[in-house]
């Protein structure tokens, strides 16, 4: 597969920053064109070094190689008044579950009786 050129790909979608890196990086990952959501990818040879670098970064050890990969992940609601969410990027293992990736910051303001002021 073919990567499509940066600029070619901002210019036609117009993107934000933060979904036109994960457009690129996901890219990066495949070795390819950037695919549907919730898709079920394999990583290329150099996707699968890069996320067991960072498996490694993360948790002290490398892991086994990424089984799958899934952009846009749809995780669905666990109850009626949940809404369902997508993490950003997924990485999934048969043996040990797997780990997502939101790059997004979403703050949400609470009341704290406790303290009486706000927290975020």
């Given amino acids: 597969m073919a990567y499509e ?10 993107l934000g ?3 036109f890196a994960q457009r690129l990086l996901t890219s990066l990952i495949l070795g390819g064109a950037y695919p549907r959501w919730n898709m ?8 699968v ?9 993360c948790f002290g050890q490398p892991g086994e190689p990424a089984a799958v990969f899934v952009d846009e ?11 369902g969410v997508a993490p950003d ?12 990736h939101g790059a997004q910051r ?10 009486g002021q706000d927290v975020v």
Wanted: charge should be negative; charged fraction near 35%; glycine fraction near 4%.
């Fill in 89 to 100: 990027q997924a990485v999934l293992w048969d043996d040990r579950g797997g780990w997502t």
């Fill in 5 to 14: 050129d940066p600029q070619s790909l901002l210019a036609r979608l117009r």
């Fill in 17 to 19: 920053r933060e979904e």
């Fill in 40 to 47: 079920r990818n394999t990583p290329s040879a150099a996707g």
């Fill in 106 to 115: 979403r703050c949400a303001l609470a009341r704290s009786p406790s303290i």
């Fill in 49 to 57: 070094e890069f996320l067991r670098a960072l498996d490694e970064l």
């Fill in 73 to 83: 992940l749809d995780l669905h609601w666990r109850h009626e008044d949940e809404r």
